[in-house]
């Protein structure tokens, strides 16, 4: 048949009816083939892979996690260790500090010693330490440094103020709840009856002029143990 034949063909109702409806047909067919399921072993084998990727990432996973475990332990035993050494260091440091104001301690006017033989029995170190720590210790220390400081023995006093910084430090160390401090005192600050003590020639008030040496108090009662004895004027 020849184009021209085929052609007219088309012209006819039906014959257009018949040709649409058989490709209608095909492109029915052809979405079919298109949308058909993928085969379950297909599915499968996709599901298998997955699921072993899964598996593989939550090993890895579980190994990373052991791995930081391990170096937290290690870093916190490492920190123990830092912290045991910084403090045996800081008892050593203690230690050394101890024995040369133990020394200086000896040159300390035969007065001064005498009357700290309450404190310190003996005449070596470790009973220098020993009655250093003891609470009651403190008072007759700064009652002789302030002796000392007010008779104008200015070599004996400045001995006997590290002494006794240094054995409050020891006290301190020594008790869970009882703790001492310096109390605050400076020139210029006015003058307080409740936390000072007027030296010999100062004014009937004002501001401190000196301070001759601080007082102390227990920071757990906050009583005041000694006052500040300072001049005014």
């Not at 035993?77 to 230690?95: C, I, N, R, T, Y």
């Not at 070596?124 to 009655?131: M, P």
Request: proline share 3%.
């Amino acid at each position: 048949m020849n184009k021209e034949k085929l052609l007219s063909l088309l012209d006819d109702a039906d014959v257009r009816k018949k040709v649409l409806a058989i490709v209608n047909q095909q492109s029915e067919d052809v979405q079919t083939t298109h949308d058909e399921p993928q085969p379950l072993e297909e599915l499968q084998r996709e599901f298998d892979m997955e699921r072993r990727r899964a598996d593989k990432l939550q090993r890895e996973v579980y190994a990373w996690k052991e791995k930081f475990n391990a170096e937290q332990e290690r870093s916190e035993k490492l920190q123990k260790d830092f912290d045991d050494a910084e403090g045996k260091l800081s008892k050593l440091e203690d230690f050394t500090r101890g024995f040369e104001l133990y020394q200086k301690y000896q040159g300390v006017g035969y007065h001064a010693q005498q009357l700290l033989t309450g404190v310190f029995t003996r005449k070596d170190f470790t009973s220098f330490i020993c009655g250093g720590a003891q609470v009651n210790s403190l008072e007759t220390i700064w009652d002789v440094w302030r002796e000392c400081v007010m008779g104008g023995k200015n070599q004996d006093a400045k001995i006997l103020c590290e002494v006794f910084m240094y054995c409050l430090g020891l006290v301190n160390a020594s008790k869970v709840q009882a703790s001492y401090s310096i109390l605050p005192v400076k020139v210029g600050d006015p003058f307080d009856s409740d936390i000072h003590v007027e030296a010999p020639g100062s004014r009937a008030q004002g501001k401190i002029s000196e301070v001759y040496l601080p007082g102390y108090r227990n920071n757990y009662n906050q009583r005041i143990i000694k006052k500040s004895i300072v001049k005014v004027g």
